[in-house]
């Protein structure tokens, strides 16, 4: 079992970058980035493989890059070109698997408190 910490979200207007960061503690395979948005379901964001492939939805395609420091054990999710639709709390996850997929929720076993991403526009 992992535990996880993130932190790094804040306000920033349209256009705007934030980079998120989750501290590991334990040991994990894959790893990703989910978000929630008032009123809507958890949603998968990004993946890191434990083969270091990554995976992303379309939505934020071009725009957020998963990375993994595993000398630091740290996760980040670096957004740019936010946009108000990605206004959300957002949580770091992770999975027992060698790869994960995000949009399958039950590939990920342990989970952060989130931190809040607000975009104003």
């Known amino acids: 079992q992992a535990e996880l910490l993130e932190s790094g979200g804040g306000s920033v207007q349209a256009g705007g970058s934030l980079r998120l960061s989750c501290a590991v503690a334990?040991?994990?395979?894959?790893m990703g980035w989910f978000r929630q948005a008032p009123g809507k379901e958890l949603e998968g964001v990004a993946v890191?493989?434990?083969?270091?492939?990554?995976t992303y939805i379309d939505s934020v395609q071009g725009r957020f890059t998963i990375s993994k420091d595993n000398v630091k054990t740290t996760l980040y999710l670096q957004m740019n070109n936010l946009q108000p639709e990605d206004n959300a709390m957002y949580y770091c996850?992770?999975?027992?698997?060698?790869?994960?997929?995000?949009?399958?929720?039950?590939?990920?076993?342990?989970w952060g408190q989130g931190t809040q991403v607000t975009v104003s526009s």
């Open positions: 890191f493989n434990a083969d270091d492939s990554t």
């Open positions: 334990g040991y994990t395979h894959c």
């Open positions: 996850a992770a999975g027992p698997y060698w790869n994960c997929r995000p949009q399958v929720k039950s590939d990920f076993t342990d």
